[in-house]
């Protein structure tokens, strides 16, 4: 380095030679230092020979030269001008003294001490160049080593951004292929779906066609069976040789069952939000109510529909199937009675009698609907105003035209019920079971039917608190005859107290 080769030449000087070409006597002896350079002083003596003065060759090198010679007297006399040269050059002054021998030799004495304090301030500029090149040096190995550094970073970071771009790629390709498979199977999937909305608008189409050939047929279906029932009637009373009115036994099962569904759903409809309330009910009411349902305290609270069913199911059975026939007067029916008990005395058995009391009732029931309708409006109203009257006082609810037409509907239903079963040669007997306060009735699987829904095995043995709607028990056959067999027609409706 540059600092370096200065220190180097510096000490070539000073060992053995001078510098090249003669220069100024202030060159002599001066020093130039900078940061980075040493100059090394160069020594020309010059001889003066009277006023002429001339460069001296170049000075050969100190190991030719073996010593400096003195330079002459003239040019040593301590010229001023010399002397502040040589102080603004940095070199010594060296004094001169008249005198041969000794100028020489003060001449040599300054060039050695000059040379002598030229050694120790090489030194000390060697150490300063030193310690100034240190942070050089060590600045240099730090960038050396950063660069040493960068350049494995790049190394990595390139493999790196290799391996990332190769990954990228890798990537890329297999979305590319997910999404174009993805695409594919949207696009079957599309169609598919197309398809299918297509298959469910045909099979819209023919559900729509079915539920109307469905309903024609319901309809269809409730037609043949009017005519059917219409044609089973109208075969029992045609075929009979003595033109009587015999009716099978489904039609009054049938009958009997759509009462009973009449009544509970007006029950339902009417009472469902009633309140029974007997604070204010008076001792008649009352006598009148237990005489009906003697477990009616047990049912208020529990049981209150079941209660009013079992109410208006009794009041039927008494004024409309208890009757000898609906819709006579009482004293006529009692001496119809009193007739066939007479009757009854001359035959061996009952079949006669029997025949006899179908054919006189069909007199009165074919003109019924002429002759009879005053009789039969009569007791459509009495048997109301009975019911009307009772619920009415029992209940915080009140009668309403709606509530009288269905009403109506069951009272004269009842009676049409009824006369057609007592213009049957067979016994026919609609049936309630008594509820006792002091007996117990027990469940019947043959005849009652429970209405809380309970196995019939576990009924067994098992004691009904109310009859909700009566049954129809059928004894003897279409002759009249044979009484002793006895055959369920419909079984009664029972709730049946739990264990």
């Not at 000794?102 to 030193?130: E, F, P, R, W, Y």
């Not at 174009?180 to 066609?209: F, G, I, K, N």
């Amino acid at each position: 380095m540059a600092s370096l080769e200065s220190s180097d030449s510096r000490r070539g000087v000073l060992s053995g030679g001078t510098g090249g070409g003669g220069s100024s006597s202030s060159r002599f002896f001066g020093t130039s230092l900078s940061s980075t350079s040493v100059s090394t002083p160069s020594v020309t003596i010059s001889k003066h020979h009277g006023r002429d003065s001339s460069p001296s060759p170049p000075s050969a090198p100190r190991s030719a030269l073996g010593v400096i010679s003195p330079p002459p007297r003239a040019a040593l006399g301590g010229s001023s001008t010399d002397a502040s040269h040589s102080e603004q050059s940095g070199a010594g002054h060296i004094p001169a003294s008249h005198g041969g021998r000794d100028g020489t030799h003060s001449v040599a004495g300054c060039v050695s001490n000059n040379l002598s304090n030229n050694g120790v301030m090489s030194s000390t500029v060697a150490a300063q160049a030193a310690t100034s090149l240190q942070p050089i040096r060590e600045r240099d190995a730090r960038i050396a080593q950063l660069e040493r550094e960068l350049s494995t970073m790049e190394s990595v970071f390139q493999r790196e951004l290799d391996k990332l771009s190769a990954n990228e790629s890798e990537t890329a390709s297999f979305w590319q292929a997910k999404h174009s498979t993805l695409q594919q199977q949207l696009v079957r999937a599309e169609s598919e779906l197309r398809l299918l909305r297509a298959e469910v608008d045909l099979w819209a189409v023919e559900r729509d066609e079915l539920r109307r050939n469905l309903s024609r047929r319901d309809a269809e279906t409730v037609d043949l069976r009017a005519q059917v029932r219409g044609l089973k009637e109208w075969v029992s009373m045609s075929t009979r040789a003595d033109d009587q009115a015999q009716t099978s036994d489904m039609v009054f099962a049938d009958g009997m069952a759509r009462l009973g569904n009449s009544l509970q759903n007006w029950v339902i409809v009417n009472f469902r939000r009633a309140r029974i309330d007997l604070a204010k009910t008076d001792k008649a009411t009352l006598a009148e109510l237990e005489r009906l349902v003697p477990s009616y305290a047990d049912l208020i609270e529990t049981s209150k529909i079941h209660l009013l069913q079992s109410l208006v199911s009794r009041i039927l059975v008494d004024l409309v199937f208890d009757a000898y026939f609906a819709g006579i007067p009482a004293e006529q029916a009692r001496l119809l009675m009193d007739l066939e008990t007479y009757l009854s005395t001359f035959a061996s058995t009952a079949e006669p009698i029997n025949h006899w009391r179908s054919v006189t009732l069909m007199i009165l029931k074919k003109d019924s609907m002429g002759k009879m309708q005053e009789a039969t409006i009569g007791m459509v109203d009495y048997v109301m105003s009975r019911v009307n009257g009772l619920l009415n006082d029992i209940t915080d609810t009140t009668s309403t035209e709606t509530r009288n037409q269905g009403l109506k509907n069951i009272v004269t239903n009842s009676i049409d019920l009824s006369r057609l079963l007592v213009v049957q040669r067979a016994v026919f007997k609609v049936s309630m079971p008594e509820i006792l306060s002091h007996q117990r009735i027990l469940f019947d699987p043959a005849t009652m039917e429970d209405i809380g829904g309970e196995n019939e095995e576990d009924l067994e043995e098992r004691e009904i608190c109310c009859v909700t709607f009566p049954g129809i028990i059928k004894r003897g056959d279409e002759t009249g005859g044979h009484l002793q067999y006895t055959n369920v027609i419909s079984k009664a409706r029972v709730l049946c107290r739990p264990d």
